[in-house]
């Protein structure tokens, strides 16, 4: 999938336009930017916002994201984490003394 | 003012230029200063004229929009001016480059394992030196693998200054955005207070004109015959219609020169 996040009132205003032609196309409208569908007319329609406003948009490839795609650890820690009993523990702090990533391994480490 | 056309003249606050030729289109043109087949001299329209200086039947009109630029020509200001003005410096003051970026991605080789190697490939070459063996294939392979890490080391640099500067850009034209959002907003509430303040004699305007509309809902030509009257168009009216039982009438309820053609 495409995502298209506008940098200018007239971009936003295009990117709406074509959201709102192109519902096939569109996998989720937000505000001044949309996920277009990965297909060549949601990369067409994304093109023809770059080629009007420059660098006033922006294009990204993104994919979905299931959680299997990161390290067991990642998962075990967030689900850890979010489950604590006190609600304004920091993680740094609640990671340390148990068997969790530091928050400083993890922003280390590419997934 | 003075008007020319086909070898005539026409001077004084009024020109009736029906039976003659040029369209009210054309008259317009030559006010605006464009190309016209007849010549208008007269003090430069303000922003006015494009509002309500041509008035003729199959005219549109914003109307809050023309009666806010009239509130202006009237010297009335909106309370938002100054932060207007002040946002716009400051949108002003925001650079962008918008030459074509070279955009530079780090090379995929993981730079510790290529450090390792070549730490390994200098112990060896040591190691045949100081035995007085043949070291050279062991120093050829040293050398290349020391330029592949200095390349990386490069080109992972210039990926990392591609990054930032391309955050540091979209930063810059978000924040232009937001600076924009507002501006618009505090035009809409500029024009809002405008339309406030010149409502009460817009409305006796159009109730002088045509008792039976509702001013807010007038069709376009009597709001923009309303509008000329209250604000100060500067250049003159250029009118197709016969609204007004004739020209020199026209003049007096508009306050101003009027040019009359047919259509």
Excluded at chain 1, 8 to 36: D, M, P, W, Y
Excluded at chain 2, 89 to 116: F, K, N, V, Y
Aim: glycine content about 6%.
């Amino acid at each position: 999938m495409f995502l298209v996040i506008t940098y200018s009132r007239s971009a936003r205003t295009s990117l709406r336009n074509i959201t709102r032609a192109h519902e096939e196309t569109t996998v989720r409208h937000l505000g001044r930017a949309a996920l277009l569908a990965g297909t060549e007319f949601g990369a067409f329609q994304a093109l023809r916002l770059r080629e009007k406003h420059g660098r006033d948009v922006q294009i990204e490839r993104v994919e979905p994201f299931v959680p299997e795609d990161v390290p067991a650890e990642v998962r075990e820690a967030a689900a850890t984490y979010e489950a604590r009993e006190t609600a304004t523990i920091p993680y740094r702090q609640f990671a340390s003394g148990r068997d969790l990533p530091d928050p400083g391994t993890l922003r280390e480490q590419d997934v | 003012m003075i008007v020319r056309y086909d070898g005539r003249t026409w001077c004084g606050a009024v020109a009736d230029l029906r039976e003659h030729a040029p369209t009210s289109r054309a008259v317009a043109a030559a006010i605006r200063g464009d190309d016209a087949p007849c010549r208008v001299h007269c003090p430069v329209p303000g922003p006015l004229f494009d509002h309500v200086g041509h008035v003729h039947p199959e005219m549109g009109l914003r109307l809050r929009t023309a009666l806010a630029v009239a509130a202006r020509s009237r010297g009335l200001t909106a309370p938002q001016a100054s932060e207007i003005e002040r946002l716009r410096a400051e949108r002003d003051r925001i650079t962008l480059d918008d030459g074509h970026q070279h955009r530079s991605d780090a090379p995929d080789t993981d730079p510790t394992e290529l450090r390792e190697r070549v730490a390994t490939l200098r112990g060896r070459v040591q190691a045949l030196e100081a035995n007085g063996e043949d070291a050279s294939d062991a120093r050829a392979e040293l050398r290349a693998a020391a330029a592949t890490l200095s390349e990386g080391q490069t080109a992972r640099i210039a990926a990392e200054e591609y990054r930032t500067q391309t955050r540091t850009d979209r930063d810059r034209r978000e924040r232009r955005m937001r600076l924009d959002d507002r501006i618009a907003n505090l035009e809409r509430d500029a024009r809002s207070a405008l339309v406030e303040q010149i409502r009460e004699p817009y409305e006796r305007a159009v109730f002088a004109l045509d008792s039976t509309v509702e001013p807010f809902d007038a069709p376009p030509l009597v709001a923009a015959l309303a509008i000329g009257r209250i604000g100060r168009p500067r250049g003159p009216v250029v009118l197709a219609t016969d609204r007004f039982p004739s020209p020199a009438a026209a003049a007096d309820w508009i306050g101003g020169p009027v040019i009359c053609c047919d259509e």
